[in-house]
């Protein structure tokens, strides 16, 4: 009995943020495939009448799949479980139906926010090559971002790097030391301006944390792995 609620609760946990863009596996199937309506509909029944959990290290060291906790803003915090791999591409699936895809750390895709990121096109070096430069890269680079609302493609968005250097971390009552790297984004002409934040493994450039605003009228999303997936 024990084994089944804590399988439960790995899909209990949902984003009170996300329900304003309710979808469906039907609305995905152009989008991440077969496998996620399977995994959509496996996680509806299941939490189907059942109140919120907490996310605690006990609870997602009994998952079988690698998870991560997200926190937008203000809002309630919640267990994204890794649906599936893609090259250097991760999605992770929310009990809410919500999903995220991320590269090399960074958010390049989610539906079901209130403005969904749709697309993000960049030949930014991954965290891998960021620690073996200098503290700050020099030179422009470029990122281009689409949403869906209000509806906008490729918004160019001037990106630079800072390494601030060596800081210990806390994921669920572990902590480690991690290489915190800084993120600026900018475009002057909707004055979008932010500082993301990204706490890197030293010797592999994963992210294990990361403080991204994603859209200029989203708070930052707060990404903390809480178990990581095989690379």
Known sequence: MRTNKILLTIFMVSFIF???CSITPADLSGSV???????YKAISSLISGYEDYPITRELVDQIPYASLRMKIGKGPAGLLILESKKGDEYTWVSADNVYIVIKEGRII???GLTNNLTDIYSSEPSF???LQTSDSLTGEKFRYV????PEAFNIRVKVSYKKIGP???S?????RQLILIEEKIENAYIKWRHTNKYWVEQETGFVMQSFQEIAPNLPPILI???????Q
């Open 18 to 20: 996300f329900h304003g």
């Open 33 to 39: 495939g077969a496998s996620f309506s399977k995994a």
């Open 109 to 111: 895709r989610a539906l």
């Open 128 to 130: 891998k090559e960021i």
């Open 146 to 149: 689409s949403l869906d609302n």
């Open 167 to 169: 800081v210990d971390v």
């Open 171 to 175: 994921i669920l009552d572990r902590t």
């Open 224 to 230: 903390q792995i809480t178990k990581k997936p095989s």
